[in-house]
């Protein structure tokens, strides 16, 4: 029986599917959210509406979306396995890793070029992310604020 915890993401894509079970959704979670115990308890205000979801073109989502259906045909393969078993770290089925590994590094080049080193260094990208999501004024401030300086280095540096 469901609880008050169960949450729904009412007519999710294969888009949405890829992007929330990607390591760098997974990393932004575990930074950010509560816990009960040793489990996490996600929570749409605090982890789903606070994410800062990558911009992609119409191909790239296409991308992940094909990538997201590998994970689920991967998991098919197993009909009688629970999800506990399938995700169980020591003996995860090899297909199932590696369809997430190709997710994952999708997903990670949607954020940028270079790949990821630690799920530290994703969440520290995130944060960035999310700054500018919620004080866009003040980022553009910054970027004034550097033209400025530069002219007047450029000025007193001419004169």
Known sequence: MPSDKLRLLADATLWDFGIITSSIHMAWMKAITGRMKSDFMYSVGVVYNTFPWPDATPAQ????????????????????????????????????????????????????????????????????????????????????????ARKAGQDAGGS
């Open 61 to 148: 989502r296409a991308k992940i979306e094909g990538l997201a259906q590998a994970v689920l045909d991967a998991r098919a393969a197993y009909p009688t396995s629970s999800l506990a078993d399938l995700y169980d770290p020591d003996t995860m089925p090899a297909d199932l890793r590696r369809a997430h590994a190709a997710l994952d590094r999708a997903v990670d080049r949607l954020y940028r070029a270079a790949p990821f080193e630690t799920d530290r260094d994703r969440v520290e990208h995130l944060f960035g992310r999310y700054e500018a999501l919620v004080n866009p004024l003040e980022r553009l401030g910054a970027a004034k604020n550097r033209r400025v």
